[in-house]
Every structure is written in structure tokens, then in C-alpha cells.
């Protein structure tokens, strides 16, 4: 029940965030002191906070999974991190721009809400399928045991269909 109660925080803190971060790459584009304004208030007030939702309970997510180590969480946890700094760097293109008469946005920032979606796309494959590339242990040379992984007895109020259907682990649960 809690791992459930923590995965629908962090699918509605996901939905916020990339709502603002959108929101954010739109009026990089736009001219109007007004909108910026605006834009920034609600970055401030809805925006951030929705980010380190994501984090706090992404993370939380994970090590209950035990997914550390797999390539498929690496590849998400980078490429959220990317859309973290795109959203540092998109903020402070438009607190710039509010506060200095002759600041532009660059040009790489205009395709920003195409980035955010081409993104967003990669994590939602990598999250729904979660592919069975090689893990990085493998390329480490260390053993890889089949034993049964923890994530199957540390989320016992699940049962096993519900714990595919939530997690599609790699394997097979006992």
C-alpha cells in the first residue's frame, strides 16, 4: 500500500513538473514582462516543488525496487537529471530576462519543449518496458546472482500479479 501511495505521488509530481517545464520553455519564446512574470511566480510556487517530489520519491521508488545497478534506471536517472538542469538553466534564462532590458534567450533554449518531450518519451519507454540490457555488472566482470531479489520479499503486501504489474521486474518471483 505504501509503495503504491508513493508511486502516485511521484506519477502526479512528474506530471507537474514536465507541465512547468513546458510551461517554462513556451515563455522562452514570448516577449511579454507579464507572462514571464507569471511564469516565473508559478515555477516558484508549483514547479519546484513538483521537482523535488520527483526526486525524494523516485528515489524512494528505486531502492525499494532494488533497480540500482540496472542500465535501464541509470539511463532515467540521467536523463532526469538533464531535464533537472535544463529547468536551472531555463529559470535562469527568464529571471534574466526579467531583470536585464537586453538579455535574449539563446537559441539552443527555443527547442526546449522538443527536448523535454523527446525526453520525456525515453523515460516512459525505459520505465513501462524496462529492457533487459546488460547491467553494468556485467561489463564490471562481478557475479551476478539468481538468487531472488529483495524487491519481491520487501514489498510482501503486494501480491506477486500485483508486484508485476506495478514493478515488471526482470524476473520471475517465486
Given at each position: 500500500?505504501?509503495?503504491q501511495?508513493i508511486?502516485?505521488?511521484?506519477?502526479?509530481?512528474?506530471?507537474?513538473?514536465?507541465?512547468?517545464l513546458?510551461?517554462?520553455?513556451?515563455?522562452?519564446?514570448?516577449?511579454?514582462?507579464?507572462?514571464?512574470?507569471?511564469?516565473?511566480?508559478?515555477?516558484?510556487?508549483?514547479?519546484?516543488?513538483?521537482?523535488?517530489?520527483?526526486?525524494?520519491?523516485?528515489?524512494?521508488?528505486?531502492?525499494?525496487?532494488?533497480?540500482?545497478?540496472?542500465t535501464w534506471?541509470?539511463?532515467?536517472?540521467?536523463?532526469v537529471?538533464?531535464?533537472?538542469g535544463?529547468?536551472?538553466?531555463?529559470?535562469?534564462?527568464?529571471?534574466?530576462?526579467?531583470?536585464?532590458?537586453?538579455?535574449?534567450?539563446?537559441?539552443?533554449?527555443?527547442?526546449?519543449?522538443v527536448v523535454?518531450?523527446?525526453?520525456?518519451?525515453?523515460?516512459?519507454?525505459?520505465v513501462?518496458?524496462?529492457?533487459?540490457?546488460?547491467s553494468?555488472?556485467?561489463?564490471?566482470?562481478?557475479?551476478i546472482?539468481?538468487?531472488?531479489?529483495a524487491?519481491?520479499?520487501?514489498?510482501a503486501?503486494?501480491?506477486?500479479?500485483?508486484?508485476?504489474?506495478?514493478?515488471?521486474?526482470?524476473h520471475?518471483?517465486?
Amino acid at each position: 500500500m505504501i509503495y503504491q501511495v508513493i508511486k502516485a505521488i511521484h506519477v502526479a509530481s512528474v506530471m507537474s513538473f514536465i507541465s512547468g517545464l513546458l510551461i517554462l520553455a513556451v515563455a522562452a519564446k514570448a516577449n511579454n514582462l507579464v507572462v514571464l512574470r507569471t511564469v516565473r511566480r508559478w515555477d516558484r510556487c508549483f514547479t519546484l516543488p513538483a521537482l523535488g517530489l520527483v526526486w525524494i520519491t523516485g528515489l524512494t521508488i528505486a531502492i525499494q525496487g532494488q533497480w540500482f545497478g540496472n542500465t535501464w534506471l541509470t539511463i532515467k536517472l540521467i536523463t532526469v537529471a538533464g531535464l533537472s538542469g535544463l529547468h536551472g538553466v531555463l529559470t535562469g534564462a527568464l529571471r534574466r530576462i526579467e531583470f536585464e532590458s537586453t538579455a535574449t534567450v539563446p537559441e539552443f533554449l527555443r527547442q526546449a519543449g522538443v527536448v523535454v518531450i523527446a525526453a520525456i518519451t525515453v523515460i516512459s519507454f525505459l520505465v513501462i518496458l524496462k529492457p533487459a540490457v546488460p547491467s553494468f555488472r556485467a561489463f564490471t566482470g562481478s557475479q551476478i546472482t539468481t538468487a531472488q531479489p529483495a524487491a519481491c520479499s520487501t514489498m510482501a503486501g503486494l501480491q506477486n500479479a500485483e508486484l508485476h504489474a506495478a514493478a515488471r521486474p526482470l524476473h520471475r518471483c517465486a
